[in-house]
């Protein structure tokens, strides 16, 4: 499995669970960036290009909507596959979370070997990764 090259932007902040979604991705050589907030998302999100993000609903600045906002009204960005990994596990948590156009939502806690199977599927649909 090479991830080389893939960029994938994690928006968790709870450090232990951005430290151990980043390690699970690393081992295949997946280039990974990092924010805890809002703010530091749409930073990275305006000088860095990503193939895949990974985003917590709940940050201390907000509500992860705001970024899918972001995402959408893009040319540029609303292409990315976006997976939420979030502790909101209600049935209409999920189907929310789908319905603001969410390629995938897990639920808090995840398996590491799920979360990486589910992000390996998004980028062969996006057409950035390769066996």
């Given at each position: 499995?090479?991830?080389?090259?893939?960029?994938i932007?994690i928006?968790e902040?709870?450090p232990i669970v951005?430290?151990?979604?980043?390690?699970?991705?690393?081992?295949?050589?997946?280039?990974?960036?990092?924010?805890g907030?809002i703010k530091?998302?749409e930073?990275l999100?305006?000088k860095?290009?990503?193939?895949?993000?990974?985003?917590?609903r709940i940050l201390p600045?907000?509500d992860?909507?705001?970024i899918?906002?972001?995402?959408?009204?893009?040319?540029a960005?609303r292409?990315?596959?976006v997976?939420?990994?979030?502790?909101?596990d209600?049935l209409?948590d999920q189907a929310?979370?789908?319905?603001?156009?969410?390629?995938d939502?897990?639920?808090k806690?995840?398996s590491?070997?799920?979360?990486?199977?589910?992000v390996?599927?998004?980028?062969r649909?996006?057409?950035?990764?390769?066996?």
């Amino acid at each position: 499995m090479d991830h080389t090259g893939r960029r994938i932007l994690i928006v968790e902040d709870e450090p232990i669970v951005a430290k151990l979604v980043a390690k699970i991705l690393e081992a295949h050589n997946a280039r990974i960036s990092t924010s805890g907030t809002i703010k530091g998302t749409e930073a990275l999100l305006d000088k860095e290009t990503f193939d895949i993000i990974l985003l917590d609903r709940i940050l201390p600045d907000g509500d992860g909507v705001q970024i899918f906002r972001k995402l959408k009204s893009s040319p540029a960005l609303r292409l990315i596959p976006v997976l939420i990994l979030s502790g909101k596990d209600r049935l209409a948590d999920q189907a929310d979370g789908l319905d603001l156009g969410a390629d995938d939502y897990m639920t808090k806690p995840f398996s590491l070997l799920e979360l990486k199977a589910r992000v390996e599927a998004l980028l062969r649909r996006a057409g950035t990764f390769q066996r």
